[in-house]
């Protein structure tokens, strides 16, 4: 068991809680509760640290055991994925998980997961609009659901971010772009937020937000700006082919060069003194909308 914060384990998990680029650099990212941990895909949970008490309390619902060491080395938790090959986690003091975790009251597992890359390409699945909005032949053929983005122009709030993930998810997004200085997706605050769905729903971060936005409107995407001077209300529009809901910074909205790249600006009609509506609200009534239009469809 480990029972000091000075071991390399937990040091490396306290820089992969806290810091982005050594996220970036391996690869990988933390999530925290018993649900996080059985919705990861198998083989993308690379290792595990539990506590005593939670191994005692669901050590069935993970699927897990002990294996002691004979000659009193730490002892693992081993497990099989679905191909076979055993995973382990390590036991891991009370004190300590909490000195690890990035919730005041953890559950007490924790799971290192392999990050997940995504091309544009990927995110549009071969789906793209022809000109005109026209479903292509290939997409009629299979039943492929029109390309349903969002599109996120400098989003900073972790838990904004975390809930379009699990909004879109639920809406039928087919995938979200991020401007490059958007939060980290794998914040581990946005990761809770995400409620799972950090494993299901394609993202890509770009260079050039503007530049990607032009190439969505080649493929035939119609691109709208949520803006407060939108010339339409939001539910004036016709989101049943090819659409991407352009979201902007939390206290600054959209840029202008990226507003301006848009098809068309939309608003949300608002009564009362209200000026705007919080990021992720904004984006979860133009995603379910598209999303109500296509179940009428």
Known sequence: ????TSNKNVKEVVQLRKKSKARSQAGIFLVEGIRMIQEAPREQLLKLYVTEGFYQRHKEDL?????GDSRGKQNH?????????PFCAELVSDNVFEYMSDTKTPQGVLGIVKQTKYSLEEILGGNVMGTGGAVPEQAARTHRPAPHLVTLDNLQDPGNLGTIFRTAEAAGVTGIVMSKD???IYNPKTIRSTMGAIYR???LYVEDLKETIDTLKKTGIRVYAAHLDGKNAYDQE????????????????LRREIADSADAWIQIPMAGQA???????????LMFEASRQRREN
């Not at 000026?275 to 009534?285: C, F, G, Q, R």
């Open 1 to 4: 068991m480990i029972t000091s």
């Open 63 to 67: 699927g897990i055991q002990i294996i």
């Open 77 to 85: 938790l081993g497990a099989e994925d679905t191909e076979g090959r």
């Open 182 to 184: 958007c939060v980290d």
């Open 201 to 203: 729903m394609p993202f």
């Open 238 to 253: 016709d989101y049943r082919g090819g659409t991407a809901f352009l979201i902007g910074n939390e206290g600054n909205g």
């Open 275 to 285: 000026e705007s509506l919080n990021a992720a609200v904004a984006a979860a009534i």
